[in-house]
């Protein structure tokens, strides 16, 4: 029987079709896969059988996402280590390298494109002031992941051994994940708020999971199709070969920069002692702890972190100003009431997989950091996102939503997103006090230039019997 790609899959029924796909689908897209140390490894193929040799010996070593799925249920019963996770993907200039055949390489128009093409239409920076292993042309991205930073050494020690002459080490990324202080099990960014609670869930048991152990699904419903991340592997072996494209952008934050702009902010609005919270909260549409800035004026809904919300009942942008970066880039249904069907929103949401990158003197969270005590540059995240369509899903938000000064839904112009947006203005216009009306009082205010894009690379991640084919 065919699989429906369009409901979400209870893998731990999984029939056998579903099973074969799981065991050939590379580990982290449909689950993350938890661990918080990572290493990037940028790959070029100097010559095409190198690199067909390096993948050879890099192919059986594929995380499957059936066995992430089972170590991650057993690390939840019993706390056993999953181990270590290593993923492989491939840009199209390295499918070309490889001397693969055209109607072997995924066909997505952005994708065969590449990032760097694409900047002028995302407002990126010139490709040529990207970090010198970005500019040089990746072919292959090596993901290492592992609990323990020795193990990944270790990992990372063994792949560098094995790659033959012909196959040249650009460069590699680090992350670290950061544990939120203010609300147990989250994680948080450089700016010190909780990232990567809001996801598109395609597994039936972390649904299950939202719904009865976290804050329930009854007015956001985080249920996706397959089809939102999966897309099929032409070079696989079976009709369950898939795989997906990810989008890696490395994105430096200007800490100092961005805290001392949110206390301006905070001047600006009049916010004193602790309402001056409530600046970074209208910047970010939560608060540092991970609190709705919709749903309460002040920080404390952290227990769990919500996520069944949306602006419905904020139709003027009075609690949670339209330019936050969390209403920018997940409207939560909003758009459908204004005329776009609440599947074509839904659509364009990606899964992200996305962990910071560099170190710091001092956790995030520490309180009474002064501004010699944030960085300016050298930190900030290696965003990461999973998507069966570049141009709908990332391209859209990026270009449509986040760099957007002007929305459909309210006049005047709403600004860009003050965090991800690009333009020449941030043109974003704060509400005063929390609440209110389309009347309530506004001030304006310019927040922009605080994530600069440093590099990356659109890939596809191939199925494990794509890649041994190739």
């Known amino acids: 029987m065919p699989i429906d790609l369009t409901r979400p899959l209870a893998w731990q029924q999984a029939q056998p079709e579903q099973r074969r796909l799981l065991q050939d689908l590379q580990a982290n897209i449909l689950k993350g896969h938890g661990r918080p140390h990572t290493l990037h490894l ?7 059988a190198a690199g067909r040799q390096c993948l050879r010996a890099l192919a059986p070593q594929v995380t499957p996402a059936l066995r992430q799925l089972r170590a991650t249920r057993a690390y939840q019963r019993d706390g056993r280590s999953g181990g270590p996770v290593t993923l492989v993907f491939l840009s199209h200039a390295g499918y070309q390298a490889l001397g693969v055949a055209p109607a072997a390489i995924p066909a997505d128009a952005a994708f065969r494109a590449g990032m760097a093409a694409r900047a002028a239409g995302l407002g990126d920076p010139a490709p040529a002031r990207w970090d010198s292993a970005w500019r040089e042309g990746v072919h292959a991205m090596v993901l290492l992941a592992d609990e323990r930073q020795a193990g990944l050494r270790q990992a990372r020690k063994a792949v560098l051994a094995g790659l033959p002459d012909g196959v040249t ?6 992350g670290h994940a950061m544990a939120s202080l203010h609300s147990p099990g989250e994680h948080i960014e450089h700016f ?6 809001s996801q598109p869930l395609m597994l039936v048991e972390d649904i299950t999971r939202e719904r009865d152990r976290r804050d329930g699904t009854s007015v956001w419903d985080p249920a996706f199709g397959l089809d939102l991340a999966l897309a099929k592997d032409p070079a696989g072996r079976g009709p369950a070969s898939y795989g997906s494209y990810l989008v890696l952008r490395k994105l430096e934050q200007n800490v100092r920069g961005f805290k001392l702009a949110e206390a301006r902010l905070a001047r600006h609005l009049g916010l004193r002692g602790a309402e001056a919270a409530r600046a970074g909260a209208l910047v970010i549409g939560r608060f540092a702890d991970g609190t709705p800035l919709v749903l309460q004026q002040a920080p404390g809904a952290n227990a769990p972190v919500p996520n069944n919300f949306d602006y419905l ?36 949401l990606m899964p992200r997989r996305s962990i910071p ?11 009474g950091l002064k501004p010699a005590d944030l960085p300016e540059r050298g930190v900030g995240l290696l965003f990461m996102a999973y998507q069966a369509d570049i141009a709908r899903q990332f391209e859209f938000t990026q270009a449509r939503w986040a760099n957007n000064p002007d929305v459909a839904r309210a006049a005047p112009r709403t600004g860009i997103d003050p965090v991800i947006g690009q333009g ?18 506004r001030k304006a205010f310019d927040f922009r ?7 990356g690379e659109y890939f596809f991640a191939p199925s494990i019997s794509g890649l041994k084919a190739l």
Request: with cysteine.
């Open 42 to 48: 940028l790959l070029r193929f100097e010559q095409a």
């Open 449 to 455: 230039g605080f994530v600069t894009l440093k590099g």
């Open 169 to 174: 080490l650009l460069g590699e990324e680090a």
């Open 192 to 197: 010190g708020f909780v990232h990567g609670r």
């Open 357 to 367: 990158y560099g170190q710091r003197s001092a956790h995030p969270n520490t309180p």
């Open 424 to 441: 020449p203005k941030g043109g974003q216009r704060c509400p005063v006090q929390w609440g209110g009306d389309e009347a309530s009082p």
């Open 313 to 348: 009942d904020d139709p003027s942008g009075a609690k949670c100003p339209f330019h936050s970066h969390i209403r920018k880039t997940n409207p939560r249904g909003e758009s459908g009431a204004l005329g776009m069907a609440i599947t074509q929103e839904r659509a364009h």
